[in-house]
Nanobody, 124 residues
Framework: EVQLVESGGGLVQAGGSLRLSCAAS????????IGWFRQAPGKEREGVSC????????YYVDSVKGRFTISRDNAKNTVYLQMNSLKPEDTAVYYC?????????????????WGQGTQVTVSS
């Protein structure tokens, strides 16, 4: 059974930091591109960041560049999203996603597996 289990969300003040983790199981993690999407109430889902299976390619949406860092530990089947200098507009449910061809893309339909999501709330 494929599982993507997010953790690390919570409530933080503006300017603070959180580190999201996504533990994967049930598939060959090394072969998959892994990403993070988010969705805020009343807003469209957007691709936040991703990393290819080779670690070579990464992507960040403009609004998080310089503040968020994605990384993956293939030995632990885990991907991380370090989020610094958080802003109220980062408030959303964050979803971990996996793409079987190893690509990094911000196109949500490319992703084969989705986690249940973790809530991030940034207070002003």
């Amino acid at each position: 059974e494929v599982q993507l289990v997010e953790s690390g969300g919570g409530l933080v003040q503006a300017g603070g930091s959180l580190r999201l983790s996504c533990a994967a199981s049930g598939f060959t993690f090394d072969d998959y591109g892994i990403g993070w999407f988010r969705q805020a109430p009343g807003k469209e889902r957007e691709g936040v960041s991703c990393i290819s299976s080779s670690h070579i390619s990464t992507y960040y949406v403009d609004s998080v560049k310089g503040r968020f860092t994605i990384s993956r530990d293939n030995a632990k089947n885990t991907v991380y999203l370090q989020m610094n200098s958080l802003k109220p507009e980062d408030t959303a449910v964050y979803y971990c996603v996996a793409e079987r061809t190893g690509l990094c893309t911000d196109y949500d339909l490319e992703y084969d597996y989705w986690g249940q999501g973790t809530q991030v709330t940034v207070s002003s």
